[in-house]
T-cell receptor, first 111, second 115 residues
Framework: LAKTTQPISMDSYEGQEVNITCSHN???????ITWYQQFPSQGPRFIIQGYKTKVTNEVASLFIPADRKSSTLSLPRVSLSDTAVYYC????????????FGSGTQLTVLP | DADVTQTPRNRITKTGKRIMLECSQTKGHDRMYWYRQDPGLGLRLIYYSFDVKDINKGEISDGYSVSRQAQAKFSLSLESAIPNQTALYFC??????????????FGPGTRLLVL
């Protein structure tokens, strides 16, 4: 089972870029990395997913180095509404499905 | 996501009672999941189902059972609830694309307290 490690919390100010890193040292060759956002009293919501190098969508970028032992979620120009818990997920889609969520990073955006 | 609903939203029960948590989805997805979330531990997979006839144990299935009544419905049962099953439970569905590319859509959660 892949193990993931994230920082417990981070603070930032409005308008700054925030980078949250997740380490997953024993990731398997075919595993994908996904990031979710969760607000209080809600279920997690998909942000971005990738396998290698860099992926960008309308809300975030995901950087995955060549060794794939870590990944970094980048949120450009955060606002107060980005205050939430962010989870990385390593998704092993082999014969026995293994979904390993990190313990989450509480991002607090300050005015 | 309103397309994934969970009932009840909150439940208080006593040790030894059997309870069922229900999940319904209107997204037309074949894959459904049950997770529990505990403070500081993130989400842990209890059971998952790739279609009506395919049900699989996840990381922490002991003490739980599931039923996939239809493509749209996936229920989680605690046969004899115990206090350490107090947690927030999430149901999710996913649109499998290929390989590991998959987006999960989560319900609003059920908060369970076992006394």
């Amino acid at each position: 089972l892949a193990k993931t490690t994230q920082p417990i919390s981070m603070d930032s100010y409005e308008g700054q870029e925030v980078n949250i890193t997740c380490s997953h040292n024993n990731i398997a060759t075919n595993d994908y990395i996904t990031w979710y956002q969760q607000f209080p009293s809600q279920g997690p919501r998909f942000i971005i997913q990738g396998y290698k190098t860099k992926v960008t969508n309308e809300v975030a970028s995901l950087f995955i180095p060549a060794d794939r032992k870590s990944s970094t979620l980048s949120l450009p120009r955060v606002s107060l509404s980005d205050t939430a818990v962010y989870y990385c997920l390593v998704d092993s889609s082999g014969s026995a499905r293994q979904l390993t969520f990190g313990s989450g990073t509480q991002l607090t955006v300050l005015p | 996501d309103a397309d994934v609903t969970q009932t009840p939203r909150n439940r208080i029960t006593k040790t030894g009672k059997r309870i069922m948590l229900e999940c319904s989805q209107t997204k037309g997805h074949d894959r459904m999941y049950w997770y529990r979330q505990d403070p500081g531990l993130g989400l842990r997979l209890i059971y998952y189902s790739f279609d009506v006839k395919d049900i699989n144990k996840g990381e922490i299935s002991d003490g739980y059972s599931v039923s996939r009544q239809a493509q749209a419905k996936f229920s989680l049962s605690l046969e004899s609830a115990i206090p350490n099953q107090t947690a927030l439970y999430f149901c999710a569905t996913s649109d499998f694309i290929s390989g590991g590319e998959e987006t999960q859509y989560f319900g609003p959660g059920t908060r369970l307290l076992v006394l």
